[in-house]
């Protein structure tokens, strides 16, 4: 079956960086367009960032761009997430998901498989 396994979370200060991976398996890794989501306390999920199957594509939310980097690496299965210059508004659980059609990838109801999550938590 499919699995999406995010890892690299954690407790960060205000500034630093993170980086997020997402390992990917019983899918044609590069049929899918890959996406990462979050999710603050009380708020709803939003979309981050997303990058195409072949990893020509990328997209970001207006709040992260210049901040994330989205990429993926085709041989091992895994798409990764550069969090730089981190503010306390990106704390949240951060979740990997794959899309087969990618042709709305903010849009959450278009992901067929999701992982479940890594903690991040960003600190003034």
Known sequence: ????????????QAGGSLRLSCAASGLTFSKY?????????????EFVAA????????????SVKGRFT????AARN???LQMN?????DTA???CAADRYGLRY????????????TQVTVSS
Do not use: C, H
């Open 1 to 12: 079956q499919v699995q999406l396994v995010e890892s690299g979370g954690g407790l960060v």
């Open 33 to 45: 367009t890959m996406g990462w989501f979050r999710q603050a306390p009380g708020k709803e999920r």
């Open 51 to 62: 990058v195409s199957g072949t990893g020509g594509s990328t997209n970001y939310a207006d």
């Open 70 to 73: 989205i990429s993926r690496d």
């Open 78 to 80: 895994t798409v990764y």
């Open 85 to 89: 210059s981190l503010k306390p508004g």
């Open 93 to 95: 659980v951060y979740s």
């Open 106 to 117: 903010a849009q959450i109801s278009e992901y067929d498989y999701w992982g479940q999550g």
